[in-house]
Every structure is written in C-alpha cells, then in structure tokens.
C-alpha cells in the first residue's frame, strides 16, 4: 500500500494498539498526528512513525471533547496540508460488575470511547466535505462490544454504539465518498491482558517469550498489535473504496467479516400476541432459536474444557 500522499490521525497513539496503527501507517508513507494523554508517550510515538518511514506530528490532550477532536483536525490541515483518514482508537477501562459500576466509572469510559469517537469523526467529516475528495473513518470496536463482557457494562455498550455509528456514518456520508467502518481487533494488549478469557495465554507468552500458540491465532484471532495492523492502513488506502458499514474481525492469522443484528426467526398472531400466546409460542419453537453470549474461553485443540 501506497499512503505517501495521505493524512492521518491516530488517536490513543501512545502505545498498544493506536501506536502500532500509526507506524503501519507511516510505513506506507503516510503523514500521522498521534494522540496520547503522555508527552513521553506521543514524543516516542512521533520517532517511531518517522523512523518507519512517515512524518507524524503529536497533539497532547485527553479524547472526548469537541475542542480535541478540532485539535486534532486542525493540527492535520496545518502540518500536512489535509485529513485524509480519522483512526478512533483511545479508550480506557473501568471494569466493575453492574452492581459495583459507579456513575464516574460508566460516564468515563463513554466519554472517551463512544463520545471520543462521535467528535472526532464529526470534525473529520466536517473537513473532509469541505476538501471534497472522500476520506476514511476508521472506528476501533471490540469483541465485547459483539458479545458482551463480564464486568464491562460501560465499554460492552460504548463499543456496540462504535459499531452502530458506523453503519449510521456509512450512509449519511456516502454521497461524500467517506467510508466508515469498524475494526474489531483482538491483539495482546494492556486492555485485553484484562479480559480473563485470553489472560493466561498472554502472561505465557510474556513469561517465556515464545509466541502465542498457532491453534490460538487461528482459532481465536489472537495474535500481536503488528497483525490488527494492516487493516488500518487497508482501510485507509485507495484500495478500501466502496467498503462501508461494515464490522470488521482481525487478530493473529484471522480476518472476518461481522453479520450485522438482524431477525433470526418470525412467527406471526392474527390481531397481535396476548402474553399467554406468546408463552406458548416460546416453548420449544423459539427456545430452540435463542443467541449464545459472552467471550467464551479458547479452547486448545483435543482439550476437555
């Protein structure tokens, strides 16, 4: 992939995931602002992507707010001439049961995710209209936000809305040729190092340095932050043109393609369903229909549990 002549943003740049998106990107020849709430951070950021071969300037400020995501805009158009590619990658976690979830716990964690994603793809798609060449929004979901997590009411929900605006986004902006799509990525990080179900397998492979089993990156897409990686910069390139409003699976050695939320089975009652019907009509027909749930534990080939 070619980005030499693209421009893009990287928020929640400092480490992790969002660093690991911006030095792809540079990579291919891009023009990165990177994001952190650490000036360490966002400086070592700002190397990294310049020594994979991109220019990359940082902008220091919590996502969230309108006047970051202006800021981060406008530091795109003054540096580099232009936006060309918005990434939603900043998040954070307040893990608590729903019974333990503080008000603060919730509103943080939406704010930074599902608010932080909303202003600043609304200033990029402000300024890719004005430009009038199309542009990408690249929106970080997750897993969680597919399935439900335990102890992850705040993220789990913020992460579903991630998703739902895409598809929202990818309407409302295609006579604009901007493309919006969401990236479900399943990498070793910080974040999912939270998650009990890949826990262990990461704390191995930390421990002993090895890398991560192959039946685990097949079979459950965990893998590094280098393979959710190329993604981004696919998303970002001319080649990516026409996709929009998809949910998108990467991790380890698997790419796939998310169904949207739709009607799995329908039953129809002349003149509407009385409780009493419906009870009936649960048992067995439609017990029989009903959705698994959650992140269920990777299970190793020939293994009991």
């Not at 300024?127 to 690249?138: F, K, N, S, T």
């Not at 397998?201 to 079979?219: C, F, H, M, S, V």
């Not at 329908?266 to 509407?272: E, S």
Request: hydrophobic share 45%; with cysteine.
């Amino acid at each position: 992939m070619d980005l030499k002549d693209k421009v893009a943003v990287v928020t929640g740049s400092g480490r992790g995931l969002g660093r690991a998106y911006a030095e792809a990107l540079g990579a291919a020849g891009a023009s990165v602002v990177v994001n952190a709430v650490n000036a360490g951070a966002a400086a070592e950021a700002v190397k990294a992507v310049e020594a994979a071969g991109g220019r990359a300037v940082s902008v220091v400020a919590p996502v969230g707010s309108a006047e970051t995501a202006e800021q981060l805009v406008e530091t795109a158009v003054s540096a580099f001439g232009r936006i060309d590619t918005m990434v939603t990658n900043a998040g954070i976690l307040r893990d608590r049961t729903l019974w333990k979830m503080t008000d603060d716990d919730f509103d943080d964690v939406i704010r930074v995710h599902l608010r932080g994603t909303f202003t600043c793809a609304r200033a990029a798609a402000v300024r890719m209209r004005e430009q009038g060449e199309g542009g990408r929004l690249v929106l970080i979901a997750s897993p969680a936000g597919q399935r439900g997590n335990f102890g992850q009411t705040n993220y789990a929900a913020a992460k579903a809305g991630i998703v739902a605006m895409a598809r929202t986004w990818a309407m409302e902006l295609a006579k604009a040729d901007i493309t919006a799509n969401a990236i479900v990525p399943v990498a070793a990080t910080d974040m999912t190092r939270t998650i009990p179900v890949f826990a262990p397998y990461i704390e191995e492979a930390e421990r002993t340095g090895d890398p991560l089993p192959d039946w685990i990156r097949k079979n459950e897409g965990l893998g590094t932050v280098e393979d959710v990686a190329s993604l981004v910069v696919f998303l970002a390139s001319d080649d990516s043109a026409g996709i929009t409003g998809q949910a998108i699976g990467i991790g380890g050695d698997r790419l796939a393609l998310w169904s949207h939320p739709q009607e799995k089975t329908v039953a129809l009652a002349d003149g509407g369903w009385s409780a009493a019907a419906i009870a009936e009509h649960w048992s067995p027909q439609v017990r029989s229909e009903l959705e698994s749930y959650g992140l269920t534990p990777p299970k190793a080939p020939g293994s009991a549990h």
